[in-house]
């Protein structure tokens, strides 16, 4: 990775935060329904460690000092920062909102936290594709919740309140290689969005909102996250799906 021409210490403990522009509320028939602002106004930063000897931070601090509005990075693929699905063939320009102090974490190792923010992204030509999605065994939750309130008024009584549907959610951690995961945030940022899709077949997952429900097939993503890369080869992202009435 190279800020201008820079070379940064870095490791892989680095996470992407993109916030989708669009606020989600829940309707009074158990739906969903996102208010989508359109792609342009998605947000796209990262989280990062950046860890090197006293020289190195040093000479990181002096290069933020002297780049205080923006700057050029260069970032590999691999790297993939802001997201694996961001094009990464040419140098970005990126802005710092946020860092931390530098802090000595051995004898002679020092580590620094920025926030970087992506300006005006383009993107990778990929196939969007939900299909490819790999459960990490220990982490897949079902639930359907009941949604009865019972309320005890002033003199005692009891009065219940119960919705018209029961709310079905699956949230699940999938781990991916990285041309998985560029297909998967394709099709995030452009199929996804605040649309009505198919829950995509999944090994494992034959009853996603619970034992009993069945299997309706229509659903909304209404929160993910991009774990960044977990191991040498893998990279994970957190998906939660609410059913469709």
């Known amino acids: ?11 892989w403990g680095y ?9 989600w509320s829940q309707l009074s028939n158990g739906n969903w329904r996102g208010v989508d602002r359109g792609q342009a106004a998605d947000i796209y930063q990262s989280q990062i460690s950046f860890v090197g000897t006293e020289s190195e931070l040093s000479d990181l601090e002096t290069f933020l000092n002297s780049n205080r509005v923006s700057f050029s990075a260069t970032i590999t693929e691999k790297e993939a920062i802001f997201g694996a699905n961001i094009d990464y063939s040419s ?14 974490i051995s004898f002679n190792q020092y580590a620094m936290e920025l926030r970087l923010l992506l300006d005006s992204p383009t ?20 639930q359907t919740n009941f949604t ?6 002033y003199d005692g009584e009891f009065n219940l ?7 079905g959610f699956f949230e699940c951690i999938f781990t991916q290689t990285l041309a998985e995961m560029k297909q998967i945030r394709e099709y995030l940022r452009t ?3 605040a649309s009505t899709i198919t ?22 993503i209404i929160s993910w996250e991009d774990l960044g890369r977990i191991n040498y080869i893998d990279y994970g992202i957190k998906l939660k799906f609410a059913r469709e009435y």
């Open 1 to 11: 990775m190279l800020f201008g021409s820079l070379e940064i210490p870095f490791t």
């Open 15 to 23: 996470k992407p935060i993109t916030d989708t522009a669009i606020t």
């Open 91 to 104: 140098p970005l320009t990126v802005y710092v909102s946020d860092y931390s102090d530098v802090k000595r």
């Open 123 to 142: 993107f990778a030509t990929i196939t969007p594709l939900l299909s490819v999605l790999k459960v990490a065994s220990y982490t897949s939750t079902q």
């Open 148 to 153: 009865i309130k019972n309320h005890v008024t």
């Open 161 to 167: 309140y119960d919705s018209l549907v029961d709310d």
């Open 191 to 193: 199929t996804a969005r």
């Open 199 to 220: 829950f995509p077949t999944i090994s494992g997952i034959d009853k996603p909102w619970g034992q009993r429900t069945g299997t309706p097939t229509n659903c909304k």
